[in-house]
């Protein structure tokens, strides 16, 4: 089997999340990613408590099957290390300050005379360029400017934040895109992505809304969507469900399931619009009845039905479960020496199966790629 990006050769400059994600995205699909650390190496080799073996859990969930070689790009030798990795490297992703990525070379103006064709992707905070370029800039900074927290949550309780990395892990995946655009159009170039403008991307129809209808994008109890009645969360006789019905064809065949059939004639009720008009008596008259059994008997009754519908499950739930295990979804890491999983590549292909490598030792591939030991 032959990996989509077979021969292709990324450089990767990143630290902790975002571009190590991009990084992986890449390498599971075939490329060779060329991770170049300080001597001190990712300061996610040592930000989880949990370790299996020499590597940390955290590290390993975003840098398997990559190479790693330490530079001190602010040297001169350095510098000429990188020169001679970009000559045959068809992109570098860095997730460094703009700063750090301008005096450390990282950029294609820097570059490009060691390779015109090489493809430098900045993913930063909020640009390469302008006058915030430099603002320090976290997931959580990000969801904090774009409204991600003032959208999350109970109204009555403090802004939150995704249970998650989402900008890190979106930004990610949109500096990959970008990446193997300009490979595809076969041009060296720079690439310019911005965490900032990636979750404001995200906001798609809510930032429609309040463009062009002046709307007030407020949070909703319970994790309601702002114009479908009932998508929502429910509680139940001993549980969290998550009910979403859009169309007036499942209205009625969840009101006669679950033995209201008046419902679906009702004024109130009947149709889309009416549901939201009247948003509070719908979701009090549907919470009465969904909490008189457990979420398990409601999925079991709706599901077949084709009501989407579905049980909050914890994560290791998710992660033992039933659909996690017909996707095939946990991976174990290396040769099965260490006991080390993760999960696998969210990408299928129908004729490539990525091999799931260990993540990189420090300074491990260094003789290899440059023909001495730079440690």
Same mark, same amino acid.
């Given at each position: 089997?032959?990996?989509p990006?077979?021969?292709?050769?990324?450089?990767?400059?990143?630290?902790?999340?975002?571009?190590?994600?991009?990084?992986?995205?890449?390498?599971?699909?075939?490329?060779e990613?060329?991770?170049?650390?300080?001597?001190?190496?990712?300061?996610?080799?040592?930000?989880?408590?949990?370790?299996?073996?020499?590597?940390?859990?955290?590290?390993?969930?975003?840098?398997?099957?990559?190479?790693?070689?330490?530079?001190?790009?602010?040297?001169?030798?350095?510098?000429?290390?990188l020169?001679?990795?970009?000559?045959?490297?068809?992109?570098l992703?860095?997730?460094l300050?703009?700063? /750090?990525?301008?005096?450390? +070379?990282? @950029?294609?103006?820097? *570059?490009?005379h $060691?390779?015109?064709?090489? =493809?430098?992707? #900045?993913?930063t905070?909020?640009?390469?360029?302008?006058p915030?370029?430099?603002?320090?800039?976290?997931?959580?900074?990000?969801?904090?400017?774009t409204?991600?927290?003032?959208?999350?949550?109970?109204?009555?309780?403090?802004?939150?934040?995704?249970?998650?990395?989402?900008?890190?892990?979106?930004?990610?995946?949109?500096a990959?895109?970008?990446?193997?655009?300009?490979?595809?159009?076969?041009?060296?170039?720079?690439?310019d992505?911005?965490?900032?403008?990636?979750?404001?991307?995200?906001?798609?129809?809510?930032?429609? /809304?309040?463009?062009?209808? +002046?709307? @007030?994008?407020?949070? *909703?109890?319970? $994790?309601?969507?702002?114009? =479908?009645?009932? #998508?929502?969360?429910?509680?139940?006789?001993?549980?969290?469900?998550?009910?979403?019905?859009?169309?007036d064809?499942?209205?009625?065949?969840?009101?006669?399931?679950?033995?209201?059939?008046?419902?679906?004639?009702?004024?109130?009720?009947?149709?889309?619009?009416?549901?939201?008009?009247?948003?509070?008596?719908?979701?009090?008259a549907?919470?009465?009845?969904?909490?008189?059994?457990?979420?398990?008997?409601?999925?079991?009754r709706?599901?077949?039905?084709?009501?989407?519908?579905?049980?909050?499950?914890?994560?290791n739930? /998710?992660?033992?479960?039933?659909?996690?295990?017909?996707?095939? *979804?946990?991976?174990?890491l290396?040769?099965?020496?260490?006991?080390?999983?993760?999960?696998?590549?969210?990408?299928?292909?129908?004729?490539?199966t990525?091999?799931?490598?260990?993540?990189?030792?420090?300074?491990?591939?260094?003789?290899?790629?440059?023909?001495?030991?730079?440690?």
């Open positions: 089997m032959t990996a990006l077979a021969g292709i050769r990324i450089i990767e400059v990143g630290h902790m999340l975002a571009g190590p994600y991009c990084g992986l995205m890449l390498a599971d699909m075939g490329a990613v060329i991770k170049i650390e300080t001597p001190e190496g990712d300061i996610a080799r040592a930000v989880s408590p949990h370790f299996v073996g020499p590597h940390n859990a955290y590290f390993a969930s975003l840098n398997r099957n990559k190479k790693s070689v330490v530079l001190d790009l602010a040297s001169e030798e350095g510098q000429e290390s020169a001679r990795l970009a000559e045959s490297a068809h992109a992703v860095t997730n300050r703009p700063s /750090a990525i301008r005096k450390l +070379g990282l @950029t294609y103006d820097a *570059l490009r $060691s390779n015109p064709k090489l =493809v430098c992707v #900045a993913l905070g909020y640009g390469l360029e302008g915030f370029a430099d603002n320090p800039a976290y997931d959580y900074v990000i969801q904090a400017l409204g991600v927290m003032a959208l999350t949550g109970d109204p009555s309780a403090p802004p939150t934040k995704a249970g998650y990395s989402a900008v890190d892990n979106s930004a990610g995946l949109v990959a895109v970008g990446l193997l655009a300009k490979i595809v159009q076969g041009q060296g170039g720079q690439v992505v911005a965490m900032y403008d990636v979750m404001l991307s995200q906001l798609n129809y809510l930032a429609g /809304a309040a463009l062009n209808a +002046g709307e @007030t994008i407020e949070r *909703l109890a319970d $994790s309601s969507h702002p114009y =479908v009645v009932p #998508a929502q969360i429910f509680a139940t006789a001993d549980g969290w469900l998550t009910l979403f019905i859009t169309h064809k499942f209205w009625k065949i969840f009101c006669e399931e679950i033995d209201r059939p008046e419902w679906v004639a009702d004024p109130r009720y009947a149709t889309m619009a009416a549901r939201r008009a009247n948003r509070p008596e719908v979701v009090a549907i919470s009465q009845v969904l909490a008189t059994a457990s979420a398990d008997d409601w999925v079991r709706l599901a077949p039905l084709g009501v989407v519908v579905a049980q909050v499950d914890t994560l739930k /998710a992660l033992e479960g039933d659909l996690a295990k017909s996707r095939e *979804l946990v991976v174990a290396g040769d099965g020496s260490l006991p080390m999983r993760a999960v696998a590549s969210p990408i299928r292909f129908n004729d490539f990525p091999e799931y490598g260990l993540p990189p030792l420090l300074n491990e591939h260094a003789e290899a790629l440059l023909g001495k030991d730079l440690a």
